[in-house]
């Protein structure tokens, strides 16, 4: 446990000491969801019908590109080396990673999102839901990536094979945060939606880990 | 105390390295492993760290498979390879700090590991503005700044100047005085004395012998 707490903050450490890998992504999210009405025009109701998808589907590419930072710098410099050979299994190195990853990237666009959903005047019954399903979906979006990100590794031109490999994985997540948001706006329940990606949540909680060690190993031989 | 492996071999992209290698370390002892370049010496030394696999063969400690319970195997080794696992941001003290402290390193333990290699008043350079002799003088560091039986030393004496080299040599002593171990891969003359030298061309096999030892 005190291995898991060392590692999250040395991952801390680098990602505020190179805050501006961060701040990209969150530009890019919003850069992203502020050119679809130029696209499709700015007729109220209808940005207010695309809002809760619009975040979604921005938030996930705007995540995409922050899974090549994941691994691979601590690959080429060695430092994986060394985390695998800490005290701590691999497993919890992958935990640990995946969490970072989520305060570093995921809570910055679940911060940003309300603003995006402002821009597409999101009826106010949306942004309960808009705010929870972000809460659930980010981070299962993070544990999701470390897969891809340990499966890449060491791969050329490992971002496109990783986006293959991650997007169809993530794609529950979309459909059912998209959907919870349209549910409230709706006046429906939502909780049924919520408890589905929470279930993808502790899911991934559970599976990744080991599934992003075992890549991390085969990686390193 | 006693770290041996028996019947190795390993295989890196569909070549044999080496085969039916056998060694052993006990407290006090230092192994140089020698040979020439691609004979083996980085790959048999991340077999000993445990980054990879035999493909034959077994790894022991005190008679207990390594392989039983690999995160106890790592709570006792250092592992300076090629790769100096330094970050460009992060300063001298941070860098070490990283790995120190997940090997259970003290502050004093730290202090006293960057005076040993030559880096006190480097403290607070970041890592990116390093020469690559400091580099590697920071990455040894690592050994002195926490406790560990085994040490395992990829050629730790590149790009090193002579008193740089002197004190390595220093530090391996200590560490053989106080009963630990060192597995050194290298080319040059370290001026180690009392070592036991094991050449990886010994080893050498061919093709057609590894699969015997497979049933």
Same mark, same amino acid.
């Not at chain 2, 020439?36 to 083996?40: A, C, D, E, I, L």
């Given at each position: 446990m005190n291995a898991l707490v060392l590692i999250l903050r040395r991952e801390m450490r680098l990602a505020l000491r190179q805050i501006g890998d961060s701040a990209i992504i969150v530009l890019f999210f919003v850069l992203a969801a502020v050119l679809f009405p130029f696209g499709v025009g700015p007729e109220p109701n209808m940005l207010a019908r695309m809002a809760p998808g619009v975040v979604w589907v921005t938030a996930l590419l705007a995540a995409m590109l922050s899974f090549d930072r994941l691994f691979t710098p601590d690959f080429e410099d060695g430092s994986l080396e060394q985390l695998a050979l800490g005290p701590a299994p691999l497993e919890m190195v992958a935990l640990a990673k995946a969490a970072a990853h989520w305060l570093t990237t995921g809570l910055p666009l679940m911060i940003a999102a309300p603003l995006i959903a402002v821009l597409y005047r999101l009826p106010e019954a949306g942004y309960g839901a808009l705010m929870t399903t972000m809460a659930l979906g980010t981070p299962t979006i993070s544990l999701i990536g470390t897969v891809g990100a340990a499966l890449t590794l060491g791969s050329r031109r490992g971002g496109v094979l990783l986006s293959l490999l991650v997007i169809p994985l993530i794609v529950p997540v979309l459909i059912f945060g998209a959907a919870a948001i349209d549910a409230a706006i709706g006046g429906f329940p939502v909780h049924q939606h919520l408890m589905l990606m929470g279930g993808f949540l502790l899911g991934a909680l559970v599976l990744t880990p080991l599934a992003t060690a075992a890549a991390l190993r085969q990686a390193l031989e | 105390m006693r770290f041996f492996g028996e019947n190795l071999s390993c295989v890196r992209g569909e070549r044999l390295v080496f085969s039916r290698l056998e060694f052993a370390v006990d407290p006090g002892t230092a192994l140089v492993l020698t040979g #020439?370049? $691609? #004979? $083996?010496k980085t790959s048999l030394l991340r077999v000993m760290a445990g980054l990879t696999r035999p493909t034959i063969g077994q790894l022991s400690w005190d008679d207990g498979p390594v392989n039983d319970d690999p995160e106890r195997h790592h709570n006792r080794l250092h592992y300076v390879g090629h790769l100096d696992a330094l970050k460009p941001v992060l300063s001298v003290r941070e860098n070490l700090e990283t790995w120190a402290r997940l090997h259970g390193g003290t502050d004093k333990k730290i202090a006293l590991a960057l005076k040993k290699l030559r880096l006190k008043g480097f403290e607070n350079i970041p890592g990116r503005y390093l020469s690559a002799g400091q580099r590697r003088r920071l990455s040894l560091a690592r050994l002195a700044a926490s406790d560990a039986p085994l040490w395992l030393l990829d050629e730790p004496t590149i790009a090193l100047d002579a008193a740089s080299v002197d004190a390595v040599r220093a530090l391996i002593a200590e560490h053989r005085a106080e009963g630990g171990m060192a597995v050194i891969a290298t080319n040059v003359d370290l001026g180690i004395v009392d070592t036991t030298s094991l050449n990886l061309l010994d080893f050498a096999a061919a093709e057609e012998d590894i699969w015997e030892g497979v049933t």
């Open positions: - | #020439s370049n $691609g #004979s $083996g």
